[in-house]
């Protein structure tokens, strides 16, 4: 059952209660609280799909090294399918995690034309990127701009990251550097077509450095 799905049974419970004599009443069941990914944020979902596509994945969609913490922490190459009538594009890369109270947003990109539909790798952290094929980049949740290179804990299991694309019926009216709230807020009831791949990553063994080995991870 999907995050929508969850919150769309607590609203429906709800009202639900609300529903005869109020000293018969139940007590309202709390609405589900959870991390949620954007396409399960943003209203008016699309039912369109678009295929979103990364040549440089390994075998069952693994980052290369060289985008993660652990290598050279550049973005990696993304390819999406075109929608037609779309007017502009935006990419999401973050990741779900239970501990968490928001999931984790690792890359935002908006304002992607709508000729343009990939983005090569070792895009620079740079809010907005001038020219006919320019676009804009948001703050990640480390505070940064641009792509942020995730960096599992030695030990985890792999952890999933979710590459979502959405081609949108109009160019954001936002500047570049905003934050995944504001994004969410201007997409919605805007999103024709949408799509997402799931990759995944785990950190490497830990080399011998000594009785305490490799140092642990501080990001995700």
Known sequence: MTVRTLMQ??????????VGPATHAA???ALFQAPALVQDRVLARAVANLQVTAPNLGADN???LSATGY???????????????AKSYALVFEELDPQQPRAQVFWIAYNIPAEVTSLGHSIHSKAEF???QGFMQGQNSFGGIGYMAPKPPVGDAPHHYHLEVFALSRTLPIKGGERIDKLV???NNRVIA???LVVSYQAPRPVDNGPGGAPPSRRP
């Open 130 to 132: 001038q020219g006919p």
């Open 194 to 196: 949408e799509g997402e």
């Open 62 to 64: 693994l980052l290369p």
């Open 27 to 29: 007590p309202a069941p």
């Open 9 to 18: 049974a607590g609203a429906l419970a709800l009202a639900a209660a609300a």
């Open 71 to 85: 290598g050279r922490e550049v973005s990696f190459p993304v390819s999406w399918t075109p929608v037609p009538g």
């Open 185 to 187: 807020s201007e997409m």
